[in-house]
């Protein structure tokens, strides 16, 4: 493992079993596990991170991947394609052209207002879900509101009267 990683990278795993002196299995049984590059890790209260079946997310429309984690971290970073066992060594010999390479600024731009979004729910104590994420991002974005500003006191209130506003009418749906 120490070939592969090194101290304070940021990787992907499950939590296969704990040991007696607090040290950690982890596993990753797929390509979808491993290091997580070019993005911004999150911490918000656990639970606040809706359990579901999937959190592992695809964001076509943006080009990045989300990952909601039920301990409370939270990975928004640039798309990375899954590849087959045959092309890893293929892959290995354009590690060094890759490197080289750089994230698109407007990805760095959707991965930055995913994030805000995240935060700004975060900080609102609402259930965090991938729907709800994107539908605050789009908020941001129709209402004009630039990528530092969402964390600013006036999109939070819109935020918040937003989903009071969605809440109260899902409850006199029910009436």
């Not at 918000?44 to 080009?63: G, I, N, S, T």
């Not at 899954?82 to 698109?104: M, Y």
Request: charged share 25%.
């Amino acid at each position: 493992m120490r070939s592969i990683f090194e101290e304070n990278d940021v990787v992907c795993a499950e939590v296969r079993g704990f040991q007696h002196d607090g040290s950690l299995h982890l596993q990753a049984r797929s390509q979808k596990y491993g290091k997580l590059q070019r993005g911004q890790l999150l911490t918000v209260p656990a639970y606040l991170v809706k359990r579901r079946k999937l959190h592992f997310h695809h964001l076509e429309q943006y080009d990045v991947d989300l990952i909601l984690g039920c301990n409370g971290f939270i990975w928004v970073g640039e798309h990375v394609v899954v590849r087959e066992i045959a092309d890893l060594k293929e892959d290995e010999q354009k590690l060094s052209a890759e490197a080289e390479t750089f994230t698109p600024i407007e990805t760095r731009r959707h991965i930055c207002r995913l994030a805000n979004a995240a935060r700004l729910l975060s900080a609102l104590g609402f259930t965090l879900t991938v729907e709800l994420i994107i539908q605050t991002a789009e908020a941001s974005v129709s209402s004009n509101v630039e990528i530092n500003d969402m964390l600013g006191a006036e999109f939070y209130v819109q935020t918040a009267e937003g989903e009071a506003k969605r809440r109260g009418d899902l409850l006199g749906k029910k009436r």
